[in-house]
């Protein structure tokens, strides 16, 4: 599975912006799919991570209230929806997949086999 990230971009403080990605097979559509963000000289951070149906989605603490995720499997696409973005989410955003993750790992980047090329999310205070 391909993935291919899109969408990112400058904003200002307390502006919003939706990145997607888009999974390159149908098979794409029953996995579980993720967005991390590294920002320079940090560690690859977890951001969100969505099941198959939409039944379960999870957030990191830093963006509980202010980002949320979506998937539409007939475009076999999952959105990242930023509101209220802050300087601090300045970060290169990737998109991730796996086939089978076990939920408490789904924070770890190393759960994921498949990744985006990312898309850089720029926010100026």
């Known amino acids: 599975v391909q993935l291919q990230a899109s969408g990112g971009g400058l904003v200002q403080a307390g502006g919003c912006l939706r990145p997607s990605c888009a999974a390159s097979e149908r098979t794409g559509s029953r996995f579980y799919m993720a967005w991390f963000r590294q920002a320079q000289g940090k560690e690859r951070e977890f951001v969100a991570a969505?099941?198959?149906?939409?039944?379960?989605?999870y957030y990191g603490n830093s963006v509980k209230g202010r980002f949320t995720i979506s998937r539409d499997n007939a475009k076999i696409t999952v959105y990242l929806q930023m509101n209220s973005l802050k300087p601090e989410d300045t970060a290169l955003y990737y998109c991730?997949?796996?086939?089978?993750?076990?939920?408490?790992?789904?924070?770890?980047?190393?759960?994921?086999?498949?990744w985006g090329q990312g898309t850089q999310v720029t926010v100026s205070s």
């Open positions: 991730a997949a796996d086939s089978t993750i076990i939920v408490i790992s789904l924070y770890s980047p190393s759960a994921y086999d498949y």
């Open positions: 969505i099941n198959w149906n939409s039944r379960h989605t």
